[in-house]
């Protein structure tokens, strides 16, 4: 690889800081953005000749600004929030990390993850009417409005742009098994794959001649099956307010219950019906009575 220099905006977890592993181990030269500078300190120690940490925040014009230096040729966009609320978190670094590009007045590129769910194309009937519409709402909304910006902003400019489109992203190593399809497609897969994937695609889309030319969009999928298996409930908790969170909860509880009771009510009369002679309350009866017995 050359010996570039990469500007990086959410490089201090999830797929950003697995692309700012890979982009240490193949010693290209990072700035970095970081809210909190003190999450990449174990790393500035052992790669200081190759990173720069820049404090800052993405929603900051003059922040991104300083990040993306003269020196700079490229930048990844990982940006996202962490919690189900109205943002601009991405839009806004999209904005402000394209009006520091043009500054530069060079050729550069530009590649920037967003999500799978952005696409019309349906994954199933939940995920798109209930997961899509209400619980990661807000999400889709700046991370759609983040692409329209990217493709306004870089028309008729030096900046060229891939953005990276993954399904559900989980923490495990990587298979390097990714494959994508391009535009409106989707390809058919598992749904399931793991940021250090993404994160290695992203690379890729600076490196590998393949992916780096013209203006992309990769929709990520693998036909992978992960051992790793996704909580959803695990998920809803981490991505949207507690009492939310509580009253779904208790709402999918409640359900659960009711069809459970008109399950059991259901069953009742279907047996009133064929055997009336059958009298179930003996049977249980007399089943207890055995059982307890039999542990005497
Ligand atoms: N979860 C999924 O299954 C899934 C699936 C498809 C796509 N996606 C999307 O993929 C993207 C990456 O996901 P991820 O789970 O890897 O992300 P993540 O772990 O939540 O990391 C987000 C990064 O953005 C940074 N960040 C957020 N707001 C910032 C701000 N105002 N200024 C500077 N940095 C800021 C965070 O920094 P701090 O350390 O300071 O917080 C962090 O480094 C997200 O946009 C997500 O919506 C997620």
Request: charged share 25%; with cysteine.
């Amino acid at each position: 690889m050359d010996q570039k220099e990469i500007a990086l905006l959410g490089g201090t977890q999830g797929i950003g800081r697995q692309c700012l592993l890979l982009m240490l181990i193949k010693g290209l030269k990072v700035r970095v953005l970081a809210r909190n500078p003190s999450m990449l300190s174990s790393l500035n120690e052992k790669y200081s000749h190759l990173l720069t940490i820049v404090k800052g925040d993405a929603t900051r014009e003059e922040d991104v600004a300083k990040l993306i230096a003269p020196s700079v040729d490229h930048v990844l966009c990982a940006l996202g929030a962490r919690l189900n609320e109205p943002t601009t978190i991405i839009e806004s670094g999209v904005n402000n990390a394209l009006k520091a590009m043009k500054k530069l007045d060079k050729e550069m590129r530009f590649v920037m993850v967003t999500s799978n769910g952005v696409l019309e194309a349906g994954v199933n009937w939940f995920y798109d009417n209930i997961m899509k519409k209400h619980l990661l709402n807000h999400f889709y909304d700046d991370m759609t409005r983040a692409e329209k910006a990217l493709k306004q902003l870089t028309e008729n400019s030096k900046i060229s742009y891939a953005i990276v489109r993954p399904p559900q992203l989980i923490d495990a190593p990587a298979t390097l098994e990714l494959i994508h399809g391009e535009g409106e497609y989707y390809p058919h897969g598992t749904h399931l794959v793991t940021r250090e994937d993404v994160g290695a695609f992203m690379i890729e889309c600076l490196f590998n001649e393949n992916l780096t030319k013209g203006n992309r969009e990769f929709n990520l999928n693998t036909t992978k099956v992960l051992e790793t298996k996704i909580d959803n409930m695990q998920t809803l908790k981490s991505i949207m307010p507690y009492p939310k969170y509580l009253m779904i909860r208790l709402f999918i509880f409640s359900v659960m219950t009711g069809i459970g009771s008109l399950s059991a009510f259901a069953l009742y009369k279907i047996k009133s019906l064929l055997f009336p002679s059958i009298d179930i309350s003996k049977i249980i009866s007399s089943w207890l009575i055995k059982s307890l017995e039999s542990n005497k």
